[in-house]
């Protein structure tokens, strides 16, 4: 099975179960910091690459956004999201089938206010396959558009133990960057393939930098769930697993 089915497949598998990941720790913080970096939102229309169930589109549109296209590779995970919109009666998201780390001119998108790409560069197998996804979140954004991405630290020991409700084992390395298996401690629990390619989750600029600027990390300290108990989260803001991030397309 070549890499997009097995992408596919493992998303499909985890579709049932993807939304119990927001009540974890992480999945928490996770959520706190998208809402930091999508303030302003009003009359905005957004593109979600890699969607999924539409969480983050959503959150969009609660923000103001006035529509947002939402394109991933699983069909399961896009379902459970139609389904949901469609039993609220709203119909400002729209689904596209697609890989976002091909071509997508066929779908003739944009041009849209806000690009996110939360999650995605972390299936890039290859360093073409990066670069292609960052070409994706650049070419259907307005000149001065905003992004809204994130990374993992794969090696962060805070991913080591669970206590932030994810674990990162069975780690391999190969030329160029190394894949490991990102396993929640949910009930059921659900159990992801991921990529980490070095000149990504280093945090370097080489490949985003050719498209974007103003590059800020979003504060952790800046959320809800950290002010509240910082000691928890002590060793966290030490060795981060997520960072989210913004950046800005030169006008």
């Known amino acids: 099975m070549d890499a997009e089915n097995r992408l596919q497949e493992n998303y499909d598998k985890n ?5 119990q990941f927001s009540g974890t720790p ?34 969009a549109l609660k923000a103001g956004a006035r529509a947002v296209d939402v394109i991933d590779i699983s ?16 119909d400002r ?10 071509c997508l001119d066929h779908l003739s998108l944009g041009p849209y206010d806000m690009v996110i790409a939360n999650g995605i560069f972390d299936h890039a197998h290859t360093v073409d396959e990066l670069e292609a ?16 991405a994130n990374r993992n630290n ?15 084992t069975d780690f391999a390395h190969f030329a160029g960057g190394l894949s490991y298996h990102y396993r929640t401690t949910t009930d059921p629990p659900l159990d992801f393939e ?8 280093s945090g370097s600029l080489e ?23 910082p000691e928890f989260w002590k060793s966290y803001l030490a060795d981060p697993i997520l960072y989210i991030f913004t950046a800005r397309k030169p006008e």
């Open 75 to 90: 069909h399961e995970m896009m379902l459970i999201g139609q389904e949901y919109e469609k039993s609220i009666g709203r």
């Open 194 to 201: 991921s990529m980490a390619l070095d000149v990504y989750y």
């Open 93 to 102: 998201i729209t689904w596209y089938h697609g890989d976002v780390s091909k």
């Open 207 to 229: 490949i985003p930098g050719k498209f974007f600027e103003d590059f800020a990390t979003v504060p952790w300290e800046e959320t809800p769930i950290v002010k509240a108990d």
């Open 133 to 148: 996804m960052w070409i994706n979140a650049a070419a259907y954004l307005k000149p001065g558009g905003r992004l809204v």
């Open 154 to 168: 794969p090696f962060s020991q805070c991913a080591a133990h669970g206590k932030y409700g994810v674990v990162f």
């Open 26 to 59: 992480l999945g928490t913080l996770e959520q706190q910091l998208f809402d930091l970096s999508i303030k302003e939102c009003d009359g905005l229309k957004v593109l979600d690459l890699g969607g999924g169930t539409g969480l983050r589109a959503r959150d």
């Open 15 to 19: 579709a049932d179960a993807y939304a």
